[in-house]
């Protein structure tokens, strides 16, 4: 016989989200609006109801005028384990009427924040480069432009045509390319991230010059990215975020600028290739 005390468990109200759109600004000067995000921060009235990866159906324990903030997930550094809310784009916010039992669909559409600069833009549609050869032990500095729609990410024919493209000779190579500017960064904490976008078959890696007049203070790698090669044998554009802010802010390297650089070593005797789009340096 049921206690007296006992309650009905209440009836929650949904929330799907099946996915995250990123808005750009018309002008080009935000870029292209090419993303990877993959998880949902989901608050309801202030409050954290969780972090969810999509597509989700999120239950929520209230009912009537809502307000919901949702925030963009991402993976910092291509690190599964570190899944944060990307700080450099603003919450989707909107009030919601929910409904025990309802099941309400929301794509929220983030956008930058508005404090949000872009350094560096590189999608290579304008027909030139902003890298250039780097690096004392370097044998391979070919970056073209290729216009073959099997190559080029998310070619449409009109905004989309052109992406670079590397191809490596065989045995033992070292490409390295490093932007032609120099980039004053905050160094006050800021987030600092470098987007891109890439496909390739080989090991790739990702980092910074710090240059305090003609001479080279330091040379870091951040991260290595793997190959995109699919079980098919086929390459697969991947996205990336990589965080710069801790790197730019070391000591050592007061007073620098800095030159953000890509970098493959290869010993092979196949034909590994890398490709590259929507490079953008965006920080506070």
Aim: hydrophobic share 35%; with cysteine.
């Amino acid at each position: 016989m049921p206690g007296c005390n006992d309650k009905e468990e209440p009836i929650p109200s949904y929330l799907y989200i099946p996915n995250i759109e990123l808005e750009v600004s018309a002008d080009g000067s935000q870029g292209s609006n090419a993303h990877d995000i993959v998880d949902a921060w989901v608050y309801v009235n202030g409050k954290l109801i969780g972090v969810f990866e999509m597509p989700s159906t999120i239950p929520i324990l209230a009912s009537g005028n809502s307000k919901i903030n949702v925030f963009a997930g991402i993976k910092k550094n291509a690190i599964t384990s570190q899944r944060i809310r990307y700080p450099l784009y603003r919450s989707f916010d909107i009030d919601l009427d929910l409904t025990p039992g309802k099941v309400d669909t929301l794509i929220p559409r983030v956008v930058y924040n508005q404090n949000a600069k872009f350094s560096w833009i590189e999608d290579f549609e304008d027909g030139n480069i902003s890298l250039e050869k780097s690096g004392n032990l370097t044998t391979h500095d070919l970056l073209f432009i290729t216009t073959d729609s099997a190559d080029v990410f998310d070619f449409n024919g009109t905004t989309n045509t052109r992406s670079g493209r590397v191809n490596i000779p065989t045995g033992f190579q070292i490409f390295e390319n490093r932007t032609t500017k120099e980039y004053e960064l905050p160094r006050f904490g800021q987030d600092i991230y470098l987007e891109l976008n890439f496909k390739c078959n080989t090991e790739l890696v990702v980092g910074m010059y710090a240059l305090l007049g003609t001479s080279v203070q330091g040379y870091y790698p951040v991260v290595n990215l793997f190959s995109t090669v699919d079980d098919m044998g086929e390459m697969q554009w991947k996205k990336v975020y990589i965080s710069l802010s801790e790197d730019v802010n070391n000591p050592a390297y007061n007073g620098a600028v800095f030159k953000p650089f890509l970098k493959a070593q290869s010993n092979s005797t196949g034909n590994p290739q890398l490709f590259f789009d929507n490079i953008k340096l965006v920080h506070f």
